[in-house]
């Protein structure tokens, strides 16, 4: 599958990706990126029928950069759905991204077997489940203390302060403190360090408390534990006020000087357990005698015509592609994964893959259009639009992808060579071609493989082109092989 606007791409693509990006437009209390553990996923069948079984799946994922260890994932909120394993399962640990080996921070997923109520009438019920884990949050700065003619001669500039914090869901900073200024024939310095400890994250501290506080003093050769001069911390532990959850720390303590300027290091440290909540998830229970919703309609399984694995993907299709993006025609789907990969989900498409390698090693200083993004998985998504991770990319979206293609909409996505992952973002963008082209096959097929700009413009001839021939030969095949005709499963409207 190919983009649609390589030349204006790569002229116009000059984007900076910043890790500790948010999502929400700025509110910082919609942040992810930066903030602990961030809830990748949480899906299941958005409809099922009266006592049917179905599965439930949560994808956490470490976006901070300390540990998140003792991890538990509670389906507090059934709505008189059944759990059939564990409702709490849990997580030892999840490593952090480590940024300059370009690491992804560690995921996990917990998956429910549930089964809906036994009802008469359609009713939607609500799931929500809550994670909690403990997670640390560090800051450092620095202060100087020096006397007032030194001071007065070099200017405060000459003593340059700065403070950081590490990112979690709760951020501890220290406040950058100016010099502090010694008279003559003083022999030491009354200083004050001010903390803040804040939730940023989108979740709550349990029991508004942090422990396991220090701060430690280093300087002059010597290493000093401060935390007992901070009245407010009590045996390492401190309450958070409000709905916010903050709190300010002043600490003070007397240094020794002599003559010349002194620079000391702060560093804090502190311990809490959090937790975040997953938005409620509706799921739509039919009435009835409990029979599955695949008795309605029945999508039979092909058989593998030439040995390829289709087998180990159809249910997925038909849970995915049909049943959650609503593309009805599982055997299109089927025959488009055939064709980009065999329906090998470790597929990748090696030209791409080695253009974007040799640009990175520095044999080339043309960038692909595609990025770190070359076609990959079971439908060969490709291109930051399309294939992005977590999120397809907003630069230039008007530009990239048709207008039925809704970025909010598109499913989260953490590794392109997941099979499922893959299919709810290929299905994804599937469907808006399909609404873009009134549910022309020929159409999207074609948009999907060569770009909808160029099949819009009539670059293309959607009917009698190499990848639709081969495309539609295989759904045909499928639907041969099942007993189907072209009419139960129209390929043009």
Same mark, same amino acid.
């Given at each position: 599958?190919?983009?649609?606007?390589?030349?204006?791409? %790569?002229?116009?693509?000059?984007?900076?990706? *910043?890790?500790?990006?948010? +999502?929400?437009?700025?509110?910082?209390?919609?942040?992810?990126?930066?903030?602990?553990?961030? &809830?990748?996923?949480?899906?299941?069948?958005?409809?099922?029928?009266? =006592?049917?079984?179905?599965?439930?799946?949560?994808?956490?994922?470490?976006?901070?950069?300390?540990?998140?260890?003792?991890?538990? =994932?509670?389906?507090?909120?059934?709505?008189? %759905? /059944? +759990?059939?394993?564990?409702? &709490?399962? @849990?997580?030892?640990?999840?490593?952090?991204?480590?940024?300059?080996?370009?690491?992804?921070?560690?995921?996990? *997923?917990?998956?429910?077997?549930?089964?809906?109520?036994?009802?008469?009438?359609?009713?939607?019920?609500?799931?929500?489940?809550?994670?909690?884990?403990?997670? @640390?949050? /560090?800051?450092?700065?620095?202060?100087?203390?020096?006397?007032?003619?030194?001071?007065?001669?070099?200017?405060?500039?000459?003593?340059?302060?700065?403070?950081?914090?590490?990112?979690?869901?709760?951020?501890?900073?220290?406040?950058?403190?100016?010099?502090?200024?010694?008279?003559? #024939?003083?022999?030491?310095?009354?200083?004050?360090?001010?903390?803040?400890?804040?939730?940023?994250?989108?979740?709550?501290?349990?029991?508004?408390?942090?422990?396991?506080?220090?701060?430690?003093?280093?300087?002059?050769?010597?290493?000093?534990? +401060?935390?007992?001069?901070?009245?407010?911390?009590?045996? #390492?532990?401190?309450?958070?006020?409000?709905?916010?959850?903050?709190?300010?720390?002043?600490?003070?303590?007397?240094?020794?000087?002599?003559?010349?300027?002194?620079?000391? *290091?702060?560093?804090?440290?502190?311990?809490?357990?959090?937790? *975040?909540? /997953?938005?409620?998830? !509706?799921?739509?229970?039919?009435?009835?005698?409990?029979?599955?919703?695949?008795?309605?309609?029945?999508?039979?399984?092909?058989?593998?015509?030439?040995?390829?694995?289709?087998?180990?993907?159809?249910?997925?299709?038909?849970?995915?592609?049909?049943?959650?993006?609503?593309?009805?025609?599982?055997?299109?789907?089927? =025959? +488009?994964?055939?064709?980009?990969?065999?329906?090998?989900?470790?597929?990748?498409?090696?030209?791409?893959?080695?253009?974007?390698?040799?640009?990175?090693? $520095?044999?080339?200083?043309?960038?692909?259009?595609?990025?770190?993004?070359?076609?990959?998985?079971?439908?060969?998504? @490709? $291109?930051?639009? %399309? !294939? $992005?991770?977590?999120?397809?990319?907003?630069?230039?979206?008007?530009?990239?992808?048709?207008?039925?293609? %809704?970025?909010?909409?598109?499913?989260?996505?953490?590794?392109?060579?997941? #099979?499922?992952?893959?299919?709810?973002?290929?299905?994804?963008?599937?469907?808006?071609?399909?609404?873009?082209?009134?549910?022309?096959?020929?159409? =999207?097929?074609?948009?999907?493989?060569?770009?909808?700009? #160029? @099949?819009?413009?009539?670059?293309?001839?959607?009917?009698?082109?190499?990848?639709?021939?081969?495309?539609?030969?295989?759904?045909?095949?499928?639907?041969?092989?099942?007993?189907?005709?072209?009419?139960?499963?129209?390929?043009?409207?």
């Amino acid at each position: 599958m190919k983009s649609l606007n390589k030349l204006l791409v %790569i002229s116009l693509l000059a984007i900076v990706l *910043i890790f500790s990006g948010c +999502i929400g437009g700025g509110d910082r209390k919609n942040q992810t990126f930066g903030s602990g553990l961030n &809830v990748i996923s949480f899906t299941a069948l958005r409809q099922v029928d009266s =006592a049917e079984q179905f599965d439930l799946d949560l994808v956490v994922q470490n976006i901070g950069d300390k540990d998140a260890t003792n991890i538990q =994932a509670d389906l507090f909120q059934t709505s008189a %759905i /059944t +759990i059939l394993n564990n409702r &709490v399962q @849990t997580e030892s640990r999840l490593l952090p991204p480590d940024i300059e080996k370009g690491i992804e921070g560690e995921d996990t *997923i917990f998956s429910w077997s549930l089964q809906a109520p036994t009802l008469t009438e359609d009713q939607t019920k609500s799931l929500q489940a809550r994670i909690t884990y403990d997670y @640390t949050s /560090t800051a450092t700065s620095n202060l100087y203390i020096v006397s007032k003619a030194e001071l007065d001669e070099k200017g405060a500039h000459a003593f340059p302060t700065y403070s950081t914090s590490s990112r979690g869901p709760v951020t501890l900073s220290i406040v950058e403190m100016p010099p502090f200024k010694v008279t003559s #024939g003083q022999t030491n310095a009354r200083v004050q360090v001010n903390l803040i400890i804040e939730n940023t994250g989108f979740g709550r501290v349990v029991n508004n408390e942090v422990r396991d506080f220090a701060i430690v003093l280093k300087g002059e050769g010597t290493e000093r534990d +401060i935390t007992n001069n901070c009245p407010d911390i009590v045996s #390492g532990r401190i309450k958070l006020y409000g709905k916010e959850q903050e709190r300010s720390i002043r600490c003070s303590l007397v240094l020794p000087f002599s003559e010349t300027a002194v620079s000391y *290091i702060v560093e804090a440290e502190m311990g809490y357990t959090y937790y *975040i909540d /997953t938005n409620p998830l !509706a799921v739509r229970v039919k009435g009835g005698t409990g029979t599955s919703s695949t008795t309605v309609i029945t999508y039979r399984q092909p058989a593998s015509l030439q040995n390829e694995p289709i087998g180990d993907w159809w249910d997925d299709i038909v849970d995915i592609c049909v049943d959650k993006w609503g593309l009805r025609d599982p055997y299109f789907i089927a =025959a +488009i994964v055939k064709k980009e990969s065999w329906f090998d989900a470790s597929a990748f498409n090696a030209g791409e893959k080695q253009a974007w390698e040799a640009y990175q090693s $520095g044999q080339t200083t043309v960038k692909p259009w595609h990025e770190e993004y070359y076609g990959k998985g079971l439908m060969q998504i @490709t $291109g930051p639009w %399309i !294939a $992005g991770v977590p999120r397809p990319s907003t630069f230039e979206w008007q530009y990239n992808m048709p207008p039925e293609a %809704i970025q909010t909409q598109a499913p989260v996505m953490t590794d392109a060579y997941n #099979g499922r992952q893959n299919l709810d973002r290929g299905c994804w963008y599937m469907k808006a071609l399909l609404n873009h082209y009134g549910n022309d096959q020929y159409k =999207a097929a074609t948009a999907y493989r060569f770009g909808w700009q #160029g @099949t819009d413009a009539g670059s293309f001839d959607p009917y009698d082109n190499n990848y639709v021939n081969d495309v539609f030969r295989y759904k045909s095949e499928y639907l041969q092989n099942v007993g189907y005709t072209e009419n139960q499963f129209p390929s043009r409207p």
